[in-house]
Protein backbone atom coordinates (compact mmCIF):
# COMPACT_ATOMS: atom_id res chain seq x y z
CA UNK A 1 0.00 0.00 0.00
CA UNK A 2 0.98 3.28 -0.96
CA UNK A 3 1.82 5.91 2.06
CA UNK A 4 -1.03 8.30 2.30
CA UNK A 5 -3.17 6.12 0.76
CA UNK A 6 -6.17 5.88 3.03
CA UNK A 7 -8.79 4.23 1.26
CA UNK A 8 -6.55 1.30 -0.11
CA UNK A 9 -5.17 0.86 3.98
CA UNK A 10 -9.35 0.85 4.84
CA UNK A 11 -9.91 -1.65 2.25
CA UNK A 12 -6.85 -3.90 3.63
CA UNK A 13 -7.55 -3.58 7.27
CA UNK A 14 -10.94 -3.84 6.61
CA UNK A 15 -10.68 -7.50 4.40
CA UNK A 16 -8.15 -8.67 6.92
CA UNK A 17 -10.42 -7.75 10.02
CA UNK A 18 -14.10 -9.34 8.44
CA UNK A 19 -12.52 -12.32 6.18
CA UNK A 20 -10.51 -13.30 9.51
CA UNK A 21 -13.88 -13.28 11.53
CA UNK A 22 -16.20 -15.52 8.73
CA UNK A 23 -13.38 -17.94 8.54
CA UNK A 24 -13.39 -18.00 12.22
CA UNK A 25 -16.86 -18.40 12.57
CA UNK A 26 -17.12 -15.54 14.89
CA UNK A 27 -19.99 -13.05 14.79
CA UNK A 28 -20.04 -9.83 13.19
CA UNK A 29 -20.47 -6.71 14.98
CA UNK A 30 -24.21 -5.27 13.97
CA UNK A 31 -22.74 -1.78 13.22
CA UNK A 32 -19.56 -0.52 12.01
CA UNK A 33 -18.84 2.97 12.08
CA UNK A 34 -16.40 4.88 9.72
CA UNK A 35 -13.97 7.03 10.69
CA UNK A 36 -14.36 9.41 7.53
CA UNK A 37 -17.11 10.79 4.78
CA UNK A 38 -18.87 10.06 1.86
CA UNK A 39 -16.10 8.15 -0.14
CA UNK A 40 -14.76 6.09 3.19
CA UNK A 41 -18.10 4.72 3.91
CA UNK A 42 -18.03 3.73 0.16
CA UNK A 43 -15.05 2.04 0.04
CA UNK A 44 -15.94 0.20 3.43
CA UNK A 45 -19.41 -0.44 1.42
CA UNK A 46 -17.61 -1.98 -1.43
CA UNK A 47 -15.36 -4.83 0.81
CA UNK A 48 -18.74 -5.36 3.04
CA UNK A 49 -20.23 -6.18 -0.25
CA UNK A 50 -16.92 -8.25 -2.17
CA UNK A 51 -17.12 -10.53 1.42
CA UNK A 52 -20.71 -10.82 1.48
CA UNK A 53 -21.09 -9.30 4.09
CA UNK A 54 -24.77 -7.75 4.38
CA UNK A 55 -25.77 -7.64 7.87
CA UNK A 56 -24.00 -5.06 9.03
CA UNK A 57 -25.28 -1.73 9.17
CA UNK A 58 -22.38 0.88 8.22
CA UNK A 59 -22.35 4.55 9.30
CA UNK A 60 -19.54 7.28 8.61
CA UNK A 61 -18.53 9.67 10.74
CA UNK A 62 -17.00 12.80 9.02
CA UNK A 63 -15.70 15.68 10.30
CA UNK A 64 -17.76 18.68 9.93
CA UNK A 65 -17.28 21.58 8.08
CA UNK A 66 -14.77 23.39 10.75
CA UNK A 67 -13.12 20.26 11.83
CA UNK A 68 -13.91 20.61 15.30
CA UNK A 69 -15.28 18.15 17.64
CA UNK A 70 -18.89 18.48 18.29
CA UNK A 71 -19.74 19.07 14.61
CA UNK A 72 -19.62 15.91 13.13
CA UNK A 73 -21.92 14.47 10.40
CA UNK A 74 -23.31 11.39 10.40
CA UNK A 75 -23.69 9.37 7.25
CA UNK A 76 -25.96 6.53 6.96
CA UNK A 77 -26.48 3.98 4.59
CA UNK A 78 -28.49 6.10 2.25
CA UNK A 79 -26.08 8.68 2.45
CA UNK A 80 -28.35 10.66 4.45
CA UNK A 81 -26.51 13.11 6.49
CA UNK A 82 -27.55 13.90 10.45
CA UNK A 83 -25.54 16.63 12.06
CA UNK A 84 -26.46 15.55 15.78
CA UNK A 85 -26.68 18.69 18.66
CA UNK A 86 -23.42 19.04 20.68
CA UNK A 87 -24.95 17.77 23.40
CA UNK A 88 -26.44 14.96 22.65
CA UNK A 89 -25.02 11.33 24.63
CA UNK A 90 -25.03 9.80 20.99
CA UNK A 91 -22.58 11.93 19.54
CA UNK A 92 -20.62 11.76 23.00
CA UNK A 93 -20.39 8.12 22.71
CA UNK A 94 -18.93 8.14 19.09
CA UNK A 95 -16.91 10.81 19.71
CA UNK A 96 -15.34 8.43 22.70
CA UNK A 97 -15.35 5.88 20.36
CA UNK A 98 -13.43 7.75 17.26
CA UNK A 99 -10.49 9.17 20.25
CA UNK A 100 -9.87 5.70 21.35
CA UNK A 101 -9.52 4.47 17.83
CA UNK A 102 -7.51 7.04 17.01
CA UNK A 103 -5.64 6.75 20.29
CA UNK A 104 -5.23 2.46 19.41
CA UNK A 105 -3.88 3.14 15.84
CA UNK A 106 -1.19 6.13 17.06
CA UNK A 107 0.26 3.71 19.49
CA UNK A 108 0.42 0.86 16.97
CA UNK A 109 2.31 3.49 14.86
CA UNK A 110 4.66 4.08 17.42
CA UNK A 111 5.18 0.98 18.46
CA UNK A 112 6.18 -0.21 14.78
CA UNK A 113 8.06 3.19 14.58
CA UNK A 114 10.58 2.58 17.78
CA UNK A 115 11.27 -0.84 16.85
CA UNK A 116 12.39 -0.13 13.32
CA UNK A 117 14.60 2.47 15.26
CA UNK A 118 15.96 0.01 17.20
CA UNK A 119 16.85 -2.11 14.63
CA UNK A 120 19.89 -2.12 12.89
CA UNK A 121 20.41 -2.47 9.15
CA UNK A 122 23.59 -5.06 10.07
CA UNK A 123 21.21 -7.43 11.48
CA UNK A 124 19.81 -8.50 8.24
CA UNK A 125 23.95 -9.60 7.14
CA UNK A 126 24.02 -13.05 6.51
CA UNK A 127 27.21 -13.65 8.93
CA UNK A 128 27.28 -10.36 10.87
CA UNK A 129 25.95 -12.01 14.53
CA UNK A 130 26.44 -9.32 17.65
CA UNK A 131 30.24 -9.58 18.02
CA UNK A 132 30.66 -8.47 14.43
CA UNK A 133 28.15 -5.91 14.73
CA UNK A 134 29.59 -4.62 17.74
CA UNK A 135 33.06 -4.58 16.31
CA UNK A 136 32.23 -2.46 13.19
CA UNK A 137 29.89 -0.03 15.14
CA UNK A 138 33.25 0.42 17.94
CA UNK A 139 35.36 0.57 15.09
CA UNK A 140 33.89 3.57 12.71
CA UNK A 141 31.85 5.03 15.39
CA UNK A 142 28.05 4.41 13.70
CA UNK A 143 26.05 3.33 11.36
CA UNK A 144 26.42 6.30 9.01
CA UNK A 145 30.36 5.64 9.06
CA UNK A 146 29.98 2.36 8.45
CA UNK A 147 27.47 3.17 5.43
CA UNK A 148 30.46 5.27 4.42
CA UNK A 149 33.01 2.71 4.29
CA UNK A 150 34.36 1.15 1.50
CA UNK A 151 34.87 -3.09 0.86
CA UNK A 152 38.42 -1.98 1.91
CA UNK A 153 37.72 -0.29 4.88
CA UNK A 154 35.04 -2.97 6.15
CA UNK A 155 37.98 -5.70 5.68
CA UNK A 156 40.05 -3.81 7.80
CA UNK A 157 38.12 -4.57 10.91
CA UNK A 158 38.67 -7.94 13.17
CA UNK A 159 37.00 -10.77 12.47
CA UNK A 160 35.45 -9.43 8.59
CA UNK A 161 36.86 -11.52 5.68
CA UNK A 162 36.82 -9.73 2.47
CA UNK A 163 33.92 -11.81 1.37
CA UNK A 164 32.18 -10.51 4.48
CA UNK A 165 32.81 -7.04 3.61
CA UNK A 166 31.36 -7.71 0.01
CA UNK A 167 28.75 -8.63 1.43
CA UNK A 168 28.42 -6.09 3.92
CA UNK A 169 28.32 -3.44 1.42
CA UNK A 170 26.46 -5.02 -1.01
CA UNK A 171 23.42 -5.14 1.45
CA UNK A 172 24.02 -1.39 2.46
CA UNK A 173 24.34 -0.33 -0.84
CA UNK A 174 21.91 -2.04 -2.70
CA UNK A 175 18.58 -0.32 -3.81
Known amino acids: ITAGDDYAAMEQALTRRYSRLQEEGDGLPDLLLIDGGKGQLGKAREVMAELG ?12 TTRKAGFETLIDEHNQETVLNSDNPALHLIQQIRDEAHRFAITGHKAARDKKRRRSTLEDIPGVGPKRRRDLLKH ?10 SVEDLARVNGISRKLAEEIYGVLHEG
Open 53 to 64: ITSMVLFGVAKG
Open 140 to 149: FGGLQEINKA
